[in-house]
């Protein structure tokens, strides 16, 4: 418990995600707090004034009158607490929608901003655990850790000086009954519960990963005729945490039974205690009696929320501490970050730079170097080829080159300036068609917008048309208004390959990588789109990512890689007279 306390501690000063939110919304906050503490005590009031006009009115008194003052706080009670409470959970929930929506935003900056660093340690499945359980698990904190904690301290505090009013012995019987309440029974739960809390924690996390992993593949798990085993796999995950969680339950019945007993004994106590103390009296003891067992019975409410509080709360500074391993800090109100500051200090107003590469090696970590000591430097507007066949070191080479990956050692400078360095002004240097053109469901405008917020109707349709896709914009029903289906599937793969050149032509990015942008196209359709591509970037450093030889001859450089080296590097025609390897790829490309 100790070490686990002194972990909670550390992890709270350094955080960097939940507590911003704390002090930006504070005002709210501190008045959902004290909505929530004056819904307990008008609960209690409520039931309190209801006992004492049910004993008085069980007496008979000679004159209603007698009664006035109680009907008149039943009635103030009554109608006050509803409405404390529903401000209550106004003020509460809208601030943890607040905080919620700005924690998402902030996770989503994360991501953009980490980018293939992320990728790199994590899977996607990962991604998906931090934005619904992780985020989840930070809105029940205060919802059901926080908030729930700070009404039963303060309902604990009050009943102690409130019995303390009548005597010290009163006052020290009513501590030991708040304490085992509020502290021992809810560090009993955890020190239980609290393991099984982070194992199912654990689990559901890890169900993320492989689901997302397994679900977008379950195509292929369908066509290989092993959709049982894919069946199993989930249900087998499933078992665990069920069975967790059936443990988990089984002891938080015994729990509630036991803390349902201390109540009770509380009860008890109390009653006792007002017999004796009311007892002296003419007249109103049964009043008094009644009023103070009826007043205490929703202060139950208050404190029976506790050890959940405190075992869940466990899980909650796990998906804190997950966030925080992001390290990146809550955003100001600005928006901005050091590393954007430096980028913008930086001058991209380059049309031609040199792109140069000096003994870079690369290595994902916990494995061997996927690059190997590449030095290559590339002039403005030459077109480069990188072939190389599947895990060569192509693509990671292409996230180098644009910033999204470190170099191991070495470096990679685009006009002088390091590519790494960028950060979010790397599209303003370099432009991307991936093997993959995803169009979003909405109109082509602004599937277009992407690339360039605000350019006007003619660019978008000049851009257009420079790609070829003048005839197939004027067959569409509202032009570039036209909504898009999910994916882009309207278009085919040709035209989707258009649009993304498109993107690039608005872009108007010096440096273009093209990663195997044709590799599910048929070879006319390729042939089309590679001479569109090439046609358009031309006056552009193009680099070309592919695995085979289709459009290399038009490029001015050839390069090959091999086990992250370069293994083979000239023109293509030199390389086709000279170089015998080429040649074999080159017949066996052309069937020959």
Not at 141 to 146: E, G, K, P, S, T
Not at 227 to 232: N, W
Not at 297 to 321: E, K, W
Request: glycine share 8%; proline share 4%.
């Amino acid at each position: 418990m100790n070490s686990s306390l002194k972990e909670t501690i550390a992890l709270l000063k350094r955080d960097a995600w939940v507590k911003p939110y704390l002090g930006r919304y504070r005002k709210i906050l501190s008045l959902a707090l004290v909505l929530g503490c004056c819904t307990v005590l008008f609960a209690a009031g409520l039931m309190f004034t209801s006992g004492w006009l049910i004993a008085g009115s069980a007496e008979m008194p000679y004159s209603v009158l007698m009664l006035g003052t109680p009907l008149l706080c039943v009635r103030v009670f009554g109608v006050g607490k509803p409405i404390l409470h529903y401000c209550e959970r106004l003020a509460s929930h809208d601030w943890v929608l607040r905080f919620t929506s700005n924690l998402r935003k902030q996770l989503y900056r994360s991501f953009d901003a980490e980018g293939v660093f992320f990728r790199a340690s994590h899977r996607l499945g990962d991604a998906l655990g931090l934005l619904a359980e992780d985020v989840e698990h930070i809105q029940n904190l205060y919802l059901r850790c926080v908030f729930p904690t700070a009404i039963a301290l303060a309902a604990g505090v009050g009943l102690c000086v409130l019995f303390g009013c009548f005597s010290p012995l009163a006052c020290l019987v009513c501590f030991v009954f708040v304490s085992l309440e509020l502290f021992v029974v809810p560090a009993v739960s955890v020190s239980i519960n609290g393991k099984r809390q982070s194992m199912a924690k654990e689990l559901a996390a890890k169900r993320y990963a492989t689901y997302a992993d397994n679900i977008l593949g379950i195509t292929d798990w369908t066509l290989s005729g092993r959709k049982a085993d894919f069946l199993t796999q989930c249900e087998n995950g499933q078992e665990d945490l069920n069975r967790l969680k059936a443990q988990a339950h089984a002891f938080d019945r015994k729990r509630d039974l036991a803390q349902q007993a201390i109540f009770a004994c509380a009860i008890i106590a109390l009653i006792c205690w007002a017999a004796i103390t009311f007892g002296g009296m003419r007249g109103g003891q049964a009043n008094w009696i009644l009023a103070f067992a009826l007043g205490a019975f929703p202060l139950i409410d208050a404190f029976a929320v506790m050890p959940v509080a405190a075992t869940q709360a466990q899980g909650h500074f796990d998906s804190i501490a997950r966030l925080n391993d992001l390290s990146l800090p809550v955003e100001g109100e600005t928006g901005t970050s050091p590393e954007s500051e430096h980028a913008q200090n930086i001058n991209l107003d380059l049309k031609h730079p040199v792109v140069e590469l000096k003994n870079v090696e690369f290595a994902y970590p916990g494995q061997s170097p996927t690059i190997c000591g590449i030095s290559l430097s590339l002039s403005p507007g030459q077109h480069l080829a990188l072939l190389g066949k599947s895990g060569s070191g192509k693509t990671t080479l292409a996230h180098l080159l644009r910033g999204d990956l470190t170099p191991t050692s070495g470096s990679i400078t685009a006009g002088g300036l390091p590519c790494s360095e960028l950060g979010g002004d790397a599209p303003r240097m370099f432009g991307v068609c991936q093997q993959a053109t995803y169009l979003f469901n909405d109109t082509l405008r602004n599937n277009l917008l992407i690339a360039k917020p605000q350019a006007s109707d003619g660019e978008l349709e000049r851009a257009l048309e420079r790609v070829g896709l003048k005839k197939l914009l004027a067959r569409l029903p509202k032009g570039l208004d036209t909504v898009l289906d999910e994916a882009g599937l309207r278009f085919s793969g040709g035209e989707r390959h258009r649009v993304a050149l498109a993107r690039i032509l608005l872009q108007d990015a010096p440096i273009v990588i093209l990663d195997e942008p044709t590799v599910s196209l048929d070879p006319r359709t390729e042939h089309e789109v590679l001479d569109t591509m090439f046609e358009v970037l031309a006056g552009k450093t193009v680099v070309l990512i592919t695995h085979h030889l289709q459009g290399v001859s038009d490029m001015d450089r050839v390069l090959f890689l091999e086990n992250g080296r370069i293994v083979l590097d000239g023109a293509p025609e030199e390389l086709e007279r000279s170089n015998q390897h080429y040649r074999a790829l080159l017949e066996l490309e052309q069937g020959f």
